[in-house]
């Protein structure tokens, strides 16, 4: 599985958009960019899931480019309720059944 | 909604001790799946299971044994425990007729030998 580079760590204040950029330059060609959130001693929550251009649903949106080597997560007008640690990961394929590798994750803080 | 369940979500053992872990997957879920989050750490995956079979196999250490029974339910054993057994569990769950790679986490179990 292609290895991830992410910010470890990254401050916001509430109602801003936040941005949060992922590297995986051997992303391989049936390889998945996926996001999950994660509290302190919660299980990690899926967020969003993309393959290319643009992906948006109601809690963020995720652009890749075309090259497929980087993605953003990006998440509209944070709340002190975001304050989280957001993994990316490349996971094989599109299909459930899919073990997940996490590698290091940005430690979201949302200020007042 | 049902979400996944896991027994018990606190565990004090001494080391040398045995524990086992329950997983309860959502319903109508078949793939189960087994993660380890040390202290300060990112989740690792130990392994996964789907129609009771296992599918995946990460970092489990050889004194760590898992399976999935006919409920579906999964249950994690682990003998010989050691200190660096200290840990938070999660058991995940997904469905194989979904089209994406979500896996739906649990409360996790806090596992703490002494």
């Known amino acids: 599985l292609a290895k991830t580079t992410q910010p470890i760590s990254m401050d916001s204040y509430e109602g801003q958009e936040v941005n949060i950029t992922c590297s995986h330059n051997?992303?391989?060609?049936?390889?998945?960019i996926t996001w999950y959130q994660q509290f302190p001693s919660q299980g990690p929550r899926f967020i969003i899931q993309g393959y290319k251009t643009k992906v948006t649903n109601e809690v963020a949106s995720l652009f890749i480019p075309a090259d497929r080597k980087s993605s953003t997560l990006s998440l509209p007008r944070v709340s002190l309720s975001d304050t989280a640690v957001y993994y990316c990961?490349?996971?094989?394929?599109?299909?459930?059944?899919?073990?997940?590798?996490f590698g290091g994750g940005t430690r979201l803080m949302v200020k007042p | 909604a049902a979400g996944v369940i896991q027994s018990p979500r606190h565990l004090i053992k001494e080391k040398r001790e045995t524990a086992t872990l329950k997983c309860y997957p959502i319903p109508r879920h078949d793939t189960v799946y087994w993660y380890q989050q040390g202290p300060g750490q990112d989740p690792q995956f130990l392994i996964s299971f789907y129609e009771k079979m296992q599918s995946d196999k990460g970092s489990i250490p050889d004194r760590f044994s898992a399976q999935q029974f006919s409920d579906y339910h999964s249950e994690l054993n682990m003998s010989s425990l050691e200190l660096g057994d200290s840990a938070l569990y999660f058991c995940?769950?997904?469905?194989?007729?979904?089209?994406?790679?979500?896996?739906?986490f649990g409360p996790g179990t806090r596992l703490t030998v002494l």
């Open positions: 995940a769950s997904s469905s194989s007729g979904m089209v994406n790679n979500e896996q739906f």
């Open positions: 051997n992303i391989a060609t049936n390889d998945y």
């Open positions: 990961l490349v996971a094989r394929g599109f299909n459930a059944g899919n073990m997940l590798t």
